[in-house]
């Protein structure tokens, strides 16, 4: 019984992940030219893009706050806050995570839309992302966050 | 539905996701956990990061992460990849850098196979891969889970995040690619 909840519960999530592999793939968003020409400021085309992704899931928060809705567990759903620290985690893994990014002209959700799609040489960005993650798993202790 | 989806179209939509995925199971929208669910799941070797229970935390995202390759399949089949849909001053700038194919979703010239063989290959491909799994596990978080859940909820680390995700592209974009690629 509860073997068969759990497996019913990780298709929802191919689901929905399926979804938001079309919408990426359709939308030209994991194309290293789109991310380019962003780079390059040559198109508002990806900052309309990601602001009304913003203002969507914005103002969806909002309601479901405002409506108290909760999971099976009566938790109440949102997103958890993240601690600031020094700080220095964020703008200095951020800055790392772009440089990649405009590398390779894809996120970690797009590489592996990429693959999908067919762009079979993003498995080594991807293989190497997470030989990237598993770095900093192992010299995190030195790090400061 | 064969041509490219406008920004009005395609933004909501991802926008959807972060409540689509708290409806599901009060699950926050964030991609990049994948990668180190990926090395709990392999080699967690005896690193305290990857000690935890990756099914039970990381499952859900796995299984997403799944959908999203099997959707550029389902979506690259319904999308003609022949056609340029970047502007004109983009294609000229990428000219000058010796990008002249612009069509398809990765540069032909620069991302194959055989440009393994080449350092310009192993520092964009490897390399930038490697930037992308340090930098999002560092950051806590990548364009899905800063960018989009962490600005769309208020979070000051996430807007701090993001302009470095912007600082460190616009380095790559504007001062290394045009030595790189010369």
Known sequence: MIESQAKEQLGIYLVIGT????IITKAEVISWFRIQEMFRFQSVYMYAVMASAVATAGSSLFLIRRLGLRDGAG???????????????????????????????????????????????????????????WMYGRVR????H | MRRPWPWYVAGPLIGMMVPALLLAGNRAFGFSSNLRHLCA?????????????????????????LGVML?????????????????DS???SLASLGVHDTSGLVPRELFHWGALL??????????????????TAYAGGCTSGHAISGLADGQLPSLVAVLGFFAGGLLATWLILPVLLR
């Open chain 2, 41 to 65: 799941a392999t080699v967690p070797g005896r690193i305290p990061y990857f000690q935890y229970d990756w099914r039970r935390r990381g499952g859900w995202n796995l299984a997403f992460a």
């Open chain 1, 19 to 22: 979804c938001f592999g079309v």
């Open chain 2, 118 to 135: 080449t350092w310009r290959g192993v520092v964009t491909l490897v390399g930038g891969g490697m930037l992308i799994g340090f930098g």
């Open chain 2, 90 to 92: 983009a294609r000229q």
């Open chain 2, 71 to 87: 959707g550029g399949f389902i979506a690259s089949h319904a999308l003609d990849a022949s056609v340029v849909h970047i502007g």
């Open chain 1, 75 to 133: 938790d109440l759903l949102g997103l958890a806050p993240k601690e600031m620290g020094s700080g220095r985690r964020y703008w200095i893994g951020g800055m790392l995570f772009g440089l990649g990014w405009a590398f390779v002209g894809a996120c970690p959700g797009p590489l592996f839309a990429l693959v999908g799609a067919g762009a079979t040489v993003i498995i080594v960005p991807l293989l190497s992302a997470v030989l990237g993650t």
């Open chain 1, 141 to 144: 202790h030195r790090l400061p």
